[in-house]
Every structure is written in C-alpha cells, then in structure tokens.
C-alpha cells in the first residue's frame, strides 16, 4: 500500500468546505508574509483515520498573533489572543481554529509547566505526546496537502500504535499516561510495549501533577463514547488507584456507565453521573480524599456526597409501602445525578423501584396554585404559604387531588381548620 502523503483531497472531503477554504486562504496569506503554515495535531490524525473532528490546531512558523490579526480582518468575527503563549483563537459563526506559533519545550522539573521558546516545525511535533498526534500537513500554497510526518506516526497508524516520541515523555508530563489509556481505548489501538513498559515505570509520575490536570483528563475520558474502557484499563495499569487506592474499574462498573448513557435524563451532566458511579462505593473518608485531590467543583462535590447520602439511606427507601410524597421528600433535597447513581448502582431492588419513580414522575409533580393563589383564596402571606404549598404538592403526589378545583377545595378545607 502506498502511504499517503498527501492529504489535499481529505480536507475538501472531510471538512465543511467553509473551514477547508479558509485553510487555503490562511496558507496563502502565511505565504503572503514570508511564513509557513501547518495544520497540526488531533485533526491530522483523524483525517488519516476518515474520524470527524472540526477541532482545527494550525501552528505558523513565525508571529501567530499577527497572522490571526491579518485573518480575522478579512473575517467578520472574534479574535483572542494570549500573547504570553503566543497564541489566538478565531471564531466566526460556529466555526473555531485555534493558531500558535511553532515552538520548543522544555520542562525544568517533572509535572511543571514547560519553558518554551519560538522554534521550527520539528521541535513543535517534538514537544507533543504521542507520534499519532505529531503529524502536520503543510498549507502553503505550493506544498498544499502534503502530510509532514517526521516521527513515524503514519507507521503507527497503520499499526494501531499508541507511541511516546522520547523515552522522558510520561516523566515531562504525567498527564500524558492518562491520554495514552484514553486514545488506546478510543481508537480501539495498543500502547505500543516500550511506551507501555515507560508507563508501568512513570505511574509514579502522576504525584507530580496537580489534581486539576487530572480532573481534566477525567473529564476528556468521560466525554469519550465509552468511557469504561479507558477506567477498566486505567484499572488494570494501576493508574486508577492513584485517583485513590480503593477505586476499581472492573465489569460492574462498566455495566453502570453503560445503563448511564442508556437512560440519561436531559437535565443531567452524563460526566457528572459517571463519577458519581465510579466513586459509589468509597467510604466516606475515601470519597472526600478524592474530591480535595480533584479540586472538585462545588455542585459535583455535593453529587458525590449525596449519592453517599442517598446510599445510606437506601434501607428506609426500600419500604414498599412509602408514600409518593414521602419518596419525594426523603429524595427531593439530592442533587438528582447522584439519585440517579443509586438508581443504577443501589444494592436493594425494592429502593431501586421507589429511586425510579421518583426520578420519572414525582420530581417533576407541581401543584397548579401558585403562592399569589393561595393569598387571593385568603392564606396569610408568610410561613402558611409553604405549609398550604406542601400540602397541595403532597396531595398532588399521593393522587388524592388532580385539578385546580381539588386544589382550591383542599386549600379551603385546611383554611376552615386553621380558623375552626
Ligand atoms: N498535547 C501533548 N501533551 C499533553 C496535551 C496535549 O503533547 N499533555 C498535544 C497533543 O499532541 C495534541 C495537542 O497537544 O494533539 C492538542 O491537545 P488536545 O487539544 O488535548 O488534543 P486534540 O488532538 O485537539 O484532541 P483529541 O486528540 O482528543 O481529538
């Protein structure tokens, strides 16, 4: 088989003929100003695979906040830039192409931020993780196309390899042994064996970066289509249990992410449920370990508490003989990812049955009367407002009353009492 090199027509066939247009104009305006211009990184790699993906990284060797300020005047839309990196973002209607400009890194120490300064192509495909990754295609006018692959990626490809481009790679940057697990699992590749031997011997390297990068890569494997696969093998590598020791990523787990997607209610954050799931079953000091390494955001702290919560109070949950509206209050005050994670992980059925019509029907009952209703029928504004509000909801939810009618009756009827 012939490699291919010259990946012209892919982008015409591939991308929105507005983005494979603008790299034309964008290669020919580089060119314009003496400067040379690459589409780089993961849109490379999955133009060679025939995968979407829209994400367009160009790197220019030369000043890429000049270039972009010269694209953007052609192009009614918005630029930011950050000039400490040398970079800059253009958006135009829905489309997004981020520009850098080539460079070379170094990292002072294991985990921390490289030191970078302006370089050519070569150093810039250098510095990245893995050679499916380190592929360009030259836009300039007269190379126009041609894929610039100077790390063997095509090889890889080919071969369904995930591969490091130096020995000290895992060690510059640890997060990179989470993206090895994700892309493996993504693309359905092999972590080639010397990498995966570098891997085994760097996991200790993940104590080097911050839990917010790998919060991050978290949150890249969770928007994967299947993101067990990666916890299952990030189980098995031991990098799992360095989220937290007693975290596994083993069948049943994968069962629950499964039935996750399946069954997600709109108003959820998938992402947000499958954490949920994958720390169900730590014990409460376990799980608030993991949420200060991750630097969890608020409301995700709270899914992962009060899917605990929940957890502990699925025996009283599991009484067959509770009221709608009891189920409803004892659920009601719980963020509803981490209900539903009961729902899909919780160990008693009977619990499961009351989770899942809460989930389904009685979140959503609300009586018809507002409180401005209640004052016109006579209930005095204050503390009475939310006891009548109560006690129509409940009704509502036991199905003892199913119109405004039996609403305003019940209301009339607790008014009488009060006053009798
Ligand atoms: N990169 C890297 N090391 C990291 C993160 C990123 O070398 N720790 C490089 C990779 O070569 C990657 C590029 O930076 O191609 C952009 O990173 P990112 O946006 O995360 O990847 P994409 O390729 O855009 O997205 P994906 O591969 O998930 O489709």
């Given at each position: 088989m012939t490699p291919i090199t010259d990946l012209a027509v892919r982008i015409e066939q591939q991308l929105p003929a507005e983005l494979a247009d603008f790299m034309k104009s964008a290669g020919n305006m580089a060119a314009d100003g003496g400067e040379k211009l690459y589409l780089v990184g993961g849109l490379v790699r999955d133009l060679l695979l025939g995968e979407a993906n829209l994400d367009i990284d160009l790197v220019v060797e030369g000043d890429a906040v000049a270039l972009a300020r010269r694209l953007s005047a052609g192009q009614a839309g918005k630029i930011t830039i950050h000039h400490r990196f040398n970079t800059a973002k253009l958006q135009w209607r829905k489309w997004t192409v981020d520009l850098a400009s080539a460079r070379s890194e170094h990292y002072p120490r294991p985990g921390a931020l490289p030191s970078v300064k302006p370089g050519q192509l070569s150093d810039d495909l250098f510095r990245r993780d893995f050679t499916i990754n380190a592929m360009a295609v030259a836009l300039?006018?007269?190379?126009?196309g041609q894929l610039i692959d100077l790390y063997g990626g095509l090889d890889d490809l080919e071969h369904r390899l995930v591969r490091i481009?130096?020995?000290?790679s895992f060690t510059d940057d640890a997060s990179r042994i989470w993206r090895a697990v994700r892309y493996e699992q993504r693309l359905d590749f092999q972590i080639e064996p010397e990498t995966l031997g570098l891997l085994r011997r760097d996991?200790?390297?993940?104590?080097?970066?911050?839990g917010d990068r790998v919060r991050y890569e978290l949150e890249c494997i969770f928007k994967e289509r299947s993101p067990e696969k990666a916890i299952k093998r990030a189980g098995e590598l031991g990098v799992l249990a360095k989220l937290h020791p007693s975290l596994t990523g083993n069948g049943w787990l994968a069962d629950r992410f499964d039935q996750a997607r399946r069954i997600s209610?709109?108003?959820?954050?998938l992402a947000d449920l499958y954490l949920a799931l994958l720390a169900y079953r730590l014990p409460d000091d376990d799980r608030e370990q993991l949420v200060s390494y991750l630097r969890l955001p608020k409301t995700l702290a709270r899914t992962l508490r009060d899917a605990g919560a929940v957890r502990a109070h699925l025996g009283e949950m599991a009484?067959?003989?509770?009221r709608p509206s009891q189920i409803y209050h004892l659920l009601?005050?719980?963020s509803s990812e981490a209900v539903t994670a009961n729902l899909l992980a919780g160990d008693l059925p009977p619990a499961r049955r009351n989770i899942q019509l809460y989930l389904e029907e009685l979140r959503s009952v609300k009586p018809v009367l507002a409180g401005r209703d209640l004052i016109d029928m006579g209930v005095t504004p204050g503390p009475g407002i939310g006891e009548a509000l109560r006690l129509i909801l409940d009704a509502r939810l036991d199905g003892t009353v199913k119109t405004r009618r039996d609403e305003e009756r019940l209301v009339g009827e607790w008014l009488a009492e009060k006053s009798g």
């Open positions: 300039a006018p007269q190379s126009y481009l130096h020995p000290k996991i200790p390297m993940l104590d080097t970066i911050s209610f709109p108003d959820q954050k009484n067959t003989e509770l009601g005050g719980y």
